[in-house]
């Protein structure tokens, strides 16, 4: 029986092997929820009749969607949160701490291999880790703290194969943005996606992050990425599909003549390469989220506003994906480079990307982000619009006000030397 | 179970932000979700919506985040059934786990004010102003038990396991 990796790593967590398409109860290994999430689970799980978690240290609760607290009614379910979590014996990360994601990874939480349930649909992203783990709702978590289990159906899965050279200044968001653009919203509801190819093999455990993080935009279940290439700093088993799997579709895609890639206002699905946008004016621009608020994202956007000021219409706002992200964007300078340049740092957290606080746009006002959905009032004005690209790309719409090719502009730089 | 009610028709991608924006999503209270559901798409839908009444949306209803308040919203409002061409993966298996029945229909003629009858149980669709039936999809057995114990919780404190 040849299997894909996810076929591969339900059967591993299941009492007998499986293939797409059957139901499988499987053994959780990991569940998160996080402050929006949270709270309902608790509720969930107490209406289940339950009393103990089945297993405590499987078991991570974060504070960062509305962190910290902008309300009293907010204040009250992060109390309850923490309540929960000191009577349980589990894990919480409290404000600041970071971005649920990022800590799942960054605090080894998450392993190669697992099977992981999050009650947050970016749970996906640790599929940069090869470990099958999706966003479930607080109900569904509720059942797999009570039980240790779930119920899964299969997925089918789709191979993307992605070869050639990335050009210079176009990154692992531009790629998957590409991707979610060719395949559509709902291009791969129900299935899994496997990434490979040398394109993979060459990138950062940040950049892999990025791909894993918005397959959910696609509709999918899981987003593995080949683990070749991959540096831990723990060993792995560094588990591989079998050759002659069952794939539904095959995507060779050629990377080496990718343009910066934009998703327009109001689905992620609506790409355009940079080229095609025209004069878009921006008041707002914002780094961060579980897609992009990592070290070498805080790093690109300050090789473009070192020693610049953005421009005075903009709004530049920073949200580094965890505290220590920050701590080391401290010690390298980067923050000091950014802040210079006129942003403003925000706690690490959710905020602005899912609109509860801290960076709601105005009406009429075009956002330039680095984050993962801009559904109409994703930020919290329906009135809105909002741009998703790459860290690059957001700090050079910061330093022009408006929507500009940073590698043009590099260009002309250089040549106007 | 035998549902009736008006249809409410709306598009495809109907995301979940728009279902509930993110900015209402912290609370337990039910009337709140319910006050501003769909307010994105049609800002007066939670004021004319009778308990009963139907969603009929297109491709895709509920894509977006994990956020539970999404069927939670609907279903305060007091909406008995989601009737889509499809829906994503994670709204799906939501709405079954808090009891908010769905309907998976790859084509239909219905349009807002229909009135319908729905036979859950049956996944079947009478459209009672042409006269026409649809038959759903048919959904995992392990959705159609959770679901006729009106949801996860019912379900796990009665069986204490999937298994």
């Known amino acids: 029986m040849e299997q894909t990796l996810i076929e591969k790593i339900i059967s591993n967590h299941s009492s007998h092997p499986v293939m797409a398409g059957d139901i499988a109860i499987v053994d959780v290994d990991l569940v998160m929820a996080t402050d929006t999430t949270g709270p309902l689970?608790?509720?969930?799980?107490?209406?289940?009749?339950?009393?103990?978690?089945?297993?405590?240290?499987?078991?991570?609760?974060?504070?960062?969607?509305?962190?910290?607290?902008?309300?009293?009614?907010?204040?009250?379910?992060?109390?309850?949160?923490?309540?929960?979590?000191?009577?349980?014996?589990?894990?919480?990360?409290d404000v600041g701490d970071g971005i649920c994601h990022q800590l799942m990874i960054d605090h080894e939480h998450v392993k190669p291999g697992q099977l992981v349930l999050g009650a947050d649909s970016h749970t996906c992203t640790y599929g940069a880790l090869g470990a099958f783990s999706t966003g479930v709702g607080s109900t569904d978590l509720a059942g797999a703290m009570l039980t240790g289990q779930t119920w899964v159906k299969v997925p089918e899965t789709i191979k993307i194969n992605l070869t050639g050279t990335l050009p210079e200044g176009v990154v692992a968001k531009d790629l998957i943005l590409h991707l979610v653009g060719k395949l559509g919203i709902q291009g791969a509801t129900y299935q899994a996606i496997e990434f490979t190819g040398e394109v993979i093999e060459r990138m950062t455990l940040d950049s892999r992050m990025v791909m894993a993080n918005m397959v959910i935009e696609m509709g999918a279940k899981a987003g593995l990425v080949d683990l070749k290439g991959l540096d831990l700093p723990y060993e792995f088993d560094m588990l591989q599909p079998d050759k002659d799997a069952n794939y539904i579709q095959v995507l060779n895609v050629d990377v080496s003549n990718l343009e910066i890639q934009v998703a327009a206002p109001h689905s992620p699905d609506n790409i355009k390469n940079i080229s095609e946008i025209g004069d878009v004016s921006i008041q707002q621009a914002f780094i961060g989220s579980c897609t992009n608020g990592r070290l070498e994202d805080l790093h690109a956007a300050a090789e473009i506003l070192k020693g610049k000021k953005i421009h005075p219409n903009v709004r530049l706002i920073i949200a580094p994906a965890s505290r220590q992200v920050f701590q080391d964007a401290l010690s390298d300078g980067t923050v000091e480079i950014l802040s210079a340049a006129g942003a403003s740092f925000l706690p690490s957290g959710c905020g602005p990307c899912v609109g509860t606080h801290q960076g709601i746009p105005g009406n009429g006002e075009n956002v330039a982000s680095s984050t993962n959905r801009n559904f109409q009032g994703r930020m919290g004005n329906r009135n809105s619009n909002v741009y998703l690209g790459s860290p690059a790309f957001v700090a050079s719409a910061a330093l022009h006000g408006k929507i500009i090719n940073h590698n043009e502009c590099k260009k002309e730089a250089i040549d106007s030397l | 179970?035998?549902?009736?009610?008006?249809?409410?028709?709306?598009?495809?991608?109907?995301?979940?932000?728009?279902?509930?924006?993110?900015?209402?999503?912290?609370?337990?209270?039910?009337?709140?979700?319910?006050?501003?559901?769909?307010?994105?798409?049609?800002?007066?839908?939670?004021?004319?919506?009778?308990?009963?009444?139907?969603?009929?949306?297109?491709?895709?209803?509920?894509?977006?985040?994990?956020?539970?308040?999404?069927?939670?919203?609907?279903?305060?409002?007091?909406?008995?059934?989601?009737?889509?061409?499809?829906?994503?993966?994670?709204?799906?298996?939501?709405?079954?786990?808090?009891?908010?029945?769905?309907?998976?229909?790859?084509?239909?003629?219905?349009?807002?004010?229909y009135d319908l009858e729905v036979d859950v149980t049956n996944g079947i669709v009478k459209n009672l102003y042409n006269n026409e039936d649809y038959q759903g999809a048919k959904m995992p057995d392990v959705m159609v038990k959770i679901l006729s114990e009106n949801g996860l919780v019912e379900y796990l404190k009665k069986y204490k396991s999937y298994s």
């Open chain 1, 41 to 93: 689970t608790i509720k969930a799980f107490e209406n289940m009749g339950g009393t103990e978690v089945w297993a405590p240290e499987k078991m991570v609760l974060v504070i960062d969607h509305a962190s910290p607290a902008p309300n009293e009614g907010i204040a009250v379910l992060h109390d309850l949160m923490r309540k929960f979590a000191k009577e349980q014996n589990i894990k919480l990360y």
């Open chain 2, 1 to 113: 179970m035998i549902l009736k009610g008006k249809a409410h028709v709306y598009g495809d991608n109907i995301d979940t932000d728009r279902i509930i924006p993110g900015k209402y999503t912290k609370t337990l209270d039910m009337q709140q979700l319910a006050d501003h559901v769909l307010e994105d798409v049609d800002p007066d839908f939670h004021k004319i919506v009778q308990p009963g009444d139907m969603i009929v949306a297109g491709e895709n209803f509920g894509c977006g985040s994990s956020r539970e308040q999404a069927p939670l919203a609907i279903k305060a409002a007091g909406v008995s059934v989601v009737i889509a061409h499809s829906f994503a993966r994670i709204f799906f298996r939501n709405a079954i786990n808090i009891g908010l029945p769905l309907i998976e229909l790859s084509s239909y003629n219905i349009q807002t004010g």
